[in-house]
């Protein structure tokens, strides 16, 4: 089984130099293998009409006396790699200053984008995904990553750059090649053989993301049990509440992006005011203050992503601990960004990250999470007699049934309809036993998310513990 964790390193002005050296060396790779080959493909299209024709005449000929066409190839991405490394001690020697990885993964990463845009290319009809051609690479000032093979990576203990603090410190401490020692903010959880390292900077933060193969019994040593077992739910995502539990459960999203959305403004106007380029063609330097305040814009951008991404893991590992059973809607983020008033909602609360992290996680757990088909009305069908009301628009949050007269909030009654599509769920109830209850609404608590009680549209009560 493979993990993840990302940890903060304590980087000091000498790291983040070799950083974005690093992130240079990585861009400049990736670019120059786009350069070539853009130039390559427009020569084999060149060299593939030209090979069609002599094919229909070779095909044409009687005799057939003449060598039938070679067909052309396109250079893949190990011919790049050959081809670089021949030339690199003469041309690129900044490219040794750095790990070795930091311009061997980008060939890998190149074959790869070509790999998916000509599979798209050919699978056109079926693909859900455009990918586009391989594009250039631009520098940022505030992003970049690199990647460390497994056979490089070393963590030790009591290490550091300084002999100073030699063998006088607990902490753990990363070896970055062709650098040194530098300090992790927090011990590595998992015991394991480490595959590789990336590392990322965010802002004004360098980060490490360790990618370690454990065992089943380092995973249940590391992981929360699951809490209840033989428990079903269903779940409807909105944006009045990020998710409607058919327990009658409303769960509120933190929304960082509408709370900081004044301050992100301000910031941005103050951006444009310094001294860059306008347009694409503009020579026009970029100034430090304009680097300073881009680097604030980002610093803002980081919080708020920290913080749904937080709320995000917090909420998807409690229900994939309460539940043994999940049913969702598989909704097409994509198709709902497309509407303009609430593109900016929709992607404040994350609705594609909860379901992939839901997903991966109870897999993790052996649990089961079914999805309903994006057009299954699960709002428009009533919950207690399952009649339909096809007139119902978005503008009715209240639910009210024409034949048996229940008046029920629109979210949970989706959210009922849903967790009655569960197929195969042995003995588990709609609802939670109370002790069960408390026990997921504690959680809650603890981890500072918001949760109410809903029953017609309205929020009764909120829990406080």
């Excluded at 040794?96 to 990463?109: D, G, L, M, P, R």
């Excluded at 959305?261 to 951006?271: D, E, I, T, Y």
């Excluded at 919950?383 to 229940?406: F, H, M, N, Q, W």
Aim: with cysteine.
């Amino acid at each position: 089984m493979i993990v993840g964790q990302i940890i903060e390193l304590k980087a000091n002005n000498k790291f983040f130099t070799y950083c974005r050296k690093a992130f240079g060396v990585r861009r400049f790779a990736y670019n120059w293998c786009v350069e070539k080959f853009n130039k390559d493909y427009a020569s084999h299209c060149a060299a593939m009409r030209q090979y069609q024709k002599e094919l229909c005449e070779y095909k044409k000929s009687p005799l057939k006396a003449t060598e039938a066409p070679v067909k052309p190839k396109l250079p893949t991405w190990q011919d790049y790699k050959k081809e670089f490394n021949a030339i690199r001690k003469e041309k690129y020697p900044f490219t040794y200053e750095v790990t070795k990885y930091a311009s061997q993964q980008s060939f890998i990463n190149f074959g790869q984008a070509v790999s998916k845009y000509f599979s798209n290319v050919k699978n056109k009809k079926n693909s859900k995904r455009k990918v586009g051609f391989p594009a250039f690479q631009k520098k940022s000032y505030h992003r970049g990553s690199f990647y460390i093979g497994g056979d490089q990576v070393k963590i030790v203990i009591g290490k550091t750059c300084s002999k100073k603090l030699e063998n006088h410190s607990n902490k753990q401490y990363l070896n970055i090649p062709n650098f040194g020692y530098v300090q992790l903010k927090e011990k590595l959880r998992f015991n394991g053989h480490i595959n590789s390292v990336t590392i990322s900077q965010r802002a004004d933060r360098i980060f490490a993301s360790f990618s370690v193969e454990i065992s089943e019994e380092e995973y249940q040593r590391t992981h929360k049990a699951a809490v209840q077992n033989n428990t079903a739910v269903g779940i409807d995502l909105g944006i009045k509440s990020a998710l409607m539990l058919s327990d009658r459960i409303s769960i509120d999203a933190p929304k960082p992006l509408r709370k900081k959305l004044r301050k992100l403004a301000k910031l941005q106007r103050q951006l444009n005011r310094k001294n860059h380029p306008r347009t694409k063609g503009d020579k026009t330097k970029v100034s430090c203050n304009y680097i300073k305040q881009s680097r604030k814009v980002s610093k803002l951008y980081c919080s708020i992503t920290n913080i749904r991404n937080d709320f995000t893991q917090k909420i998807t590992t409690i229900l994939a601990n309460h539940y043994e059973y999940i049913c969702m809607e598989n909704l097409n983020v994509k198709g709902m960004m497309a509407n303009k008033k609430l593109a900016r909602a929709i992607s404040d609360i994350g609705f594609y990250k909860i379901k992939q992290n839901l997903k991966y996680k109870m897999e993790s757990k052996h649990r089961f999470l079914q999805e309903v088909d994006m057009f299954f009305a699960s709002s428009k069908f009533c919950s207690k007699c399952g009649a339909l009301k096809k007139e119902l628009t978005l503008k009715d949050r209240v639910y009210e049934c024409p034949e048996c007269g229940i008046t029920i909030d629109r979210d949970l009654n989706a959210a009922i309809n849903l967790r009655q599509q569960i197929k195969n769920v042995g003995a588990a109830s709609s609802e939670l036993k109370p002790v069960e209850l408390t026990a997921l609404l504690s959680d809650l608590v603890i981890n500072g998310i918001a949760t109410s009680s809903c029953e017609a549209g309205i929020r009764l009560k909120d829990y406080n513990y």
